[in-house]
């Protein structure tokens, strides 16, 4: 399990979005009749992350930071991890080799790839 998909299960969105993350695109069914359509869960990201940070005995600024983001889901924010995270979502080489752009583009793209499997993400945060 990748971390993106740690950090999937850690807000409840459950394994719906763990499956569609991971079954390609044109694989055959297994049945010959089409599965029922199924609405995505909507998940209040922001909401989850407010009752955390509530219980938290850090002050986190989750809002801005990756890592402390990861810290308040209780998840490796070590570079490595972070690193790790980077590649598994496709960050740029050119932001890999400075932690600090690396950062920032983490965090902007793990937000909006909550958003993407239905978290409900503020636009102010996807910018």
């Known amino acids: 399990m990748g971390l993106f998909s740690k950090i999937l299960d850690v807000l409840g969105f459950g394994s719906e979005a763990q499956a569609s993350e991971a079954t390609p695109a044109g694989t055959p069914a297994t049945t010959t009749a089409a599965p029922p359509a199924t609405a995505i869960a909507v998940v209040d990201v922001v909401t989850r992350l407010e009752e955390l940070a509530a219980k938290h005995a850090?002050?986190?600024?989750?809002?801005v930071s990756i890592v402390d983001l990861l810290k308040l889901l209780d998840l490796?924010?070590?570079?490595?991890?972070?690193?790790?995270?980077?590649?598994?979502?496709?960050c740029p080489a050119e932001k890999m080799?400075?932690?600090?752009?690396?950062?920032?583009?983490?965090?902007?793209t793990v937000l909006q790839k909550l958003a993407a499997n239905g978290g409900n993400v503020p636009a102010e945060l996807l910018d």
């Open 76 to 90: 490796d924010s070590s570079l490595t991890a972070r690193k790790a995270l980077a590649t598994e979502l496709g």
């Open 58 to 63: 850090e002050k986190l600024n989750w809002k």
């Open 97 to 108: 080799g400075d932690s600090a752009q690396m950062n920032m583009w983490l965090h902007k």
